[in-house]
């Protein structure tokens, strides 16, 4: 009786291991079927991680230097007109009155107009283009605004009211900045372009010579736009803004003028 | 010595700095000069000998402001703000221009000068100064006329100032030509660019329309019923005799509607009935040389030359509704060029060849629009509720004159282009008037 307890109890023990290796070999092979599973989504199910470095207009450095310009440039114009003494061609005579002949009826319009057919409605004319925001401005004031705002250095934070080759990237302090838009404010005021010039692409370059209340002490054109008349205009500005509002620091300060509302 | 070659180097040190800290500095960029400003003129009255020459010398001085004002690029100051006196001095021997005196009244320019009138005619001499770069633009120009030729020294003045400044003449010395019933039919009229001066050009009695201003600006070529109750090209020139009917035996003499000078004058493209509708030709200003350019079962119409003379734009209804298309002068490559608008014509190319005027049908009644020559910009110039039509450059590609039914009646408008004002001046103000043809520069 003994003996079959015993032998009950092996038997017992023995499907006992049986079922554990079997539980193991079964865990095993799920583990292995997870592992190898083709819904396992492919790589990290994390968004990869991207770097973003948090820096200052000022980290940037220059910006792009902008294209020379366009091979398109009309050529220059002709000097202006000599000093010459010019003389008016006699007044001709109003249109001759020719001969009065007889009255004839015809009231037929003489170039047919081509008949107007049925036609969907035609689209409403386009919007007239919106006033030009003043990006540069609105730049200026937003960086100028985040500068004083900033517990920052204000080297760091404040930003040029106007980019450009040397511009977008420099580090300027506040007071050059609000200068800066002073300025530009005061010379677009003074500055008179004629419609005609809008449709080109013109751009002058000038340094000009700012002594510390503002006089202009001197400008000089560093590129013409090959347009004289257009230099001249450039020239005119900045003689009639004087005097510019008082410089941070006097010495030369280049100019650009470039229309952008070429329309 | 030493000291001396101290300072210098001194001196170069600073310049060196100097001209770095310059480089250095953040570029100033000045991008959109707002507002349609205008130069301001100060007008001294021209200094003036005897009787004759006051009543000139006032004319003279009239003409001017108004020519410089119908610019659009000028505006007149006032002579009572003038730190100095209202009339100029003798140019011979005058005093240099004390320009704080005109900067101080905001003055851009100042315009001095002479007249003398005689029985010889009138003599104006000017000059011009740059006031704010205190330079002299024009330092003495001299123009001679007839007596009654006084107004019309003064825009030719106008003109010049105009052109010192920005370096394109102005277009107050010009004409245009235009149609009107003013007196009973309707007549080929010319006057002065600012409306002044109409007078009648023919008294033909008939219907007279489609005037078209040969180059030199000595004759207009226009569309009259005259003869034989048909539509014929005839030619109406300054001077004592007119050519009358052209191109009479063409084509066994079938119906011309339109004629339209090449840049040069010495062909017309020109529209005649061919096979039941109209085409455009060319052909030379003698009769010789006639060239088909198109050829199709449709209409094609309103010619218009490139100011190149290589191509032409015209009006086709060969797609079903009139559209602009452009071609080569001998008739190839012909293109579509409007696709916006089912009903566009009367197209008008710039002297400048940057724009092509036209006019675009909008809701019953017409707009003008300009489109480039390549079809990239299409923009809406005139948008008024009435119609604005038939468009005609002047030749500073600055204005555009129309005819505008906006008070009722049809008239004469002029509106400046680059500054996009629908501010059109009207210029005329009697009966019906139509088709206006904006001349050349006068020679």
Known sequence: MQQLLSSLEDERQRQFRRLLILSALLHAALGFVFWWSPLKPAGTALPAVVRVDLVTMADLGPAPKPAEAPAARPPPPPPPPPEVKKVLPKQPAPLPKPKPVEAKPKPKPPEPKPQEKPKEEPKPPEPALAPEQDYEDVLAQLRQEAGEKSPQPVEQAAALPAGGPTGLGQVVSPEVARWMRDVKMHVTRAWILEPGFRLQVLETKVEVDVGPTGEVLGMRVTRSSGNPWYDESVERAIRKATPLPAPPEAGAWPFSFKPSDLL | ?443
């Open chain 2, 1 to 443: 010595m030493t000291r001396t070659l101290a300072a210098l180097v001194l001196v170069a040190l600073g310049l060196a700095a100097g001209a770095a800290r310059a480089g250095d500095r953040p570029e100033i960029q000045i991008t959109d000069p707002r507002g349609d400003k205008t130069y301001r003129a100060a007008i001294q009255r021209f200094a003036t000998k005897g009787g004759r020459s006051e009543q000139a010398g006032a004319a003279v001085h009239e003409a001017l402001q108004k020519g410089l004002e119908f610019s659009g690029l000028f505006s007149v100051l006032n002579e009572r703000a003038f730190l100095e006196g209202a009339k100029s001095p003798f140019l011979d021997g005058a005093p240099p221009v004390n320009c704080p005196n005109w900067r101080q009244i905001d003055a851009d320019a100042l315009v001095q000068g002479e007249v003398e009138a005689s029985g010889e005619g009138v003599r104006a001499t000017f000059r011009l100064h740059d006031v704010a770069r205190c330079q002299a633009l024009v330092r003495g120009k001299r123009f001679t006329g007839r007596n009654d030729d006084a107004r019309r020294v003064g825009k030719a003045i106008a003109d010049e100032i105009v052109e010192a400044f920005t370096g394109v003449r102005g277009v107050a010395d010009t004409e245009i030509a235009f149609v009107s019933n003013r007196g009973g039919s309707k007549e080929i009229f010319v006057m002065d660019a600012d409306g002044a001066n109409a007078r009648a050009a023919t008294k033909n009695r008939s219907l007279s329309s489609f005037p078209d201003w040969d180059p030199t600006g000595n004759s207009v070529v226009y569309t009259s019923y005259r003869h034989r109750n048909r539509p014929s090209l005839f030619l109406v020139a300054r001077g004592p005799s007119s050519p009358g009917r052209i191109l009479a035996g063409l084509n066994g003499g079938r119906p011309i509607y339109r004629g339209v000078f090449d840049p040069k004058g010495s062909r017309l493209a020109i529209v005649m009935s061919s096979e039941g509708n109209t085409e455009i030709f060319t052909v030379e200003r003698g009769g010789g040389g006639i060239r088909r350019l198109t050829r199709n079962r449709s209409i094609d119409v309103s010619p218009s030359w490139s100011p190149d003379g290589s191509k032409l734009a015209f009006v086709s209804d060969r797609t079903g509704a009139p559209q602009v298309y452009v071609m080569n002068a001998d008739g190839s490559s012909q293109r579509r060029l409007t696709f916006q608008g089912g009903y566009n014509t009367a197209p008008a190319w710039s002297p400048d060849g940057r724009w092509i005027a036209y006019e675009m049908q909008v809701g019953g009644q017409f707009d003008l629009w300009l489109i480039d020559p390549e079809g990239q910009t299409n923009v809406p110039l005139v948008t008024h509720a009435r119609s604005d039509e038939h468009p005609t450059w002047s030749p500073d590609s600055r204005k555009l004159a129309f005819q505008s039914t906006r008070r009722g009646r049809p008239d004469i408008y002029v509106i400046d282009v680059g500054s996009r004002s629908e501010d059109a001046l009207r210029i005329t103000n009697a009966g019906d008037n139509t088709n206006p043809a904006w001349g050349p520069y006068r020679r």
